[in-house]
């Protein structure tokens, strides 16, 4: 049930209303520290995805350029099954060096969901790109999941240096 004050008496009510909303706000905003921190975890989402990391084939290196995320294969283990294979054989990459190859497409970062979300060639030599989401679940093991339609694939990468 709503009351309607009218003429002078409304308006100070009005006003002592607004001025109790906003002292509320003032407090839910400073009980809450992440609200007063979500510009400061925007840039503090690039120093744990930043760096060497190993996937389940390759060497990664992931580095900042803008506000996206860029990442390269640096090396391809000798004991990887896949190792004798120098240069992507299929899709948009065919003929291309694994070496040097780019492998993350419009990475940015979702403070909402707290993760990073792009495109990646979820395997370097097959050429297709996949929705994937990454996200830090602890120190130094950064999880990538990649989506084809309503299935998807997550693997663990474990940083290098």
Known sequence: ??????????YVIGILVSIRLLLLSCMIFN????LASAAVSHSLSYQGVLGKWQSEFAHISI??????????????????KKAALTHCTRGNCAGKALINLDVFRNFTWNASKERWEGEMLAAGWNGKWYKTHMWI?????????????????????IKIQ
């Open 31 to 34: 009980s809450m520290p992440w």
């Open 1 to 10: 049930m709503f009351v309607v004050y009218d003429g002078a008496y409304g």
């Open 63 to 80: 580095k900042k350029n803008a506000d996206t995320l860029s990442a390269t294969i640096i090396h391809v283990p000798s004991s990887h």
């Open 137 to 157: 679940s602890e120190p130094n093991v950064l999880m990538t999941r990649s989506y084809i339609g309503l299935l998807f694939s997550t693997s663990s990468w």
